[in-house]
């Protein structure tokens, strides 16, 4: 048996390390600590802060995740986040002893991501014991082994929404043969010249100007 459970971290390890470290897909449900994201015909459970979830777009529409994939014996969990640093921020207090990803996600649903590195750098023990499951203890360890290492921490923006129609002009140029990053920079090019409210083809016209030049 201990064999078997060994095998199988070891695969849920590689899966983990080679696939699953961003997803883009469609919003099949959501609520404030989780989000079911269907790509490629699978839905993925994933794991959200409240920020990710007061930021996210509704059911039905377009979205990607910066994913930390969790593996453990036989258990492998997905923790999403729409902000890269808001990523690197749950995996530095996951790498603190005696915190694992279930109270990093509540520190950071508990507080604002800048509020948390302002209370962790400042040494605001009062700040952090807020936090449900902080105790006085927790938080000196926290201030103890981050504090030196957030000095010039800081999270990056969101990653904007996907609209259907942005996500069907890319998929429109890669299927004509042009690599999914240019097709995404001449969609971002497209939008910013075309009027407010342009049709699915004026859209794709106009990148395909962008990527003929």
Do not use: W
Not at 2 to 24: D, E, N, Q, T
Not at 136 to 150: G, H, I, N, P, W
Not at 168 to 190: C, F, H, I, M, T
Request: glycine share 8%.
């Amino acid at each position: 048996m201990p064999g078997r459970l060994l095998l199988i971290a070891y695969c849920l390890s590689l899966i983990a390390s080679s696939m699953i470290a961003h997803l883009r897909g469609r919003i099949l449900q959501k609520s404030p600590d989780h989000v079911i994201v269907e790509a490629a015909g699978v839905g993925y459970q994933v794991a959200i802060t409240v920020s990710t979830f007061s930021d996210l777009p509704g059911e039905g529409a377009e979205t990607q995740l910066y994913i930390h994939t969790h593996v453990r014996e036989d258990t492998l969990a997905l923790y999403g986040f729409l902000r890269s640093g808001e990523k690197q921020l749950f995996e530095r207090l996951i790498s603190v002893s005696g915190i694992g990803p279930k109270l990093a996600m509540t520190a950071l649903s508990g507080m604002a991501a800048d509020s948390l590195i302002a209370a962790l750098r400042g040494n605001d023990l009062t700040a952090l014991t807020r936090i449900p499951g902080v105790g006085k203890k927790t938080a000196e360890r926290m201030v103890l082994e981050l504090r030196d290492k957030l000095q010039s921490f800081a999270p990056s923006a969101a990653i904007p929404a996907v609209s259907q129609m942005d996500e069907d002009v890319v998929s429109a140029l890669v299927n004509l043969g042009y690599q999914r990053p240019a097709a995404e920079q001449a969609l971002k090019r497209a939008v910013s010249v075309v009027a407010k409210g342009a049709s699915f083809e004026q859209l794709f016209r106009q990148a395909m100007l962008v990527l003929q030049k």
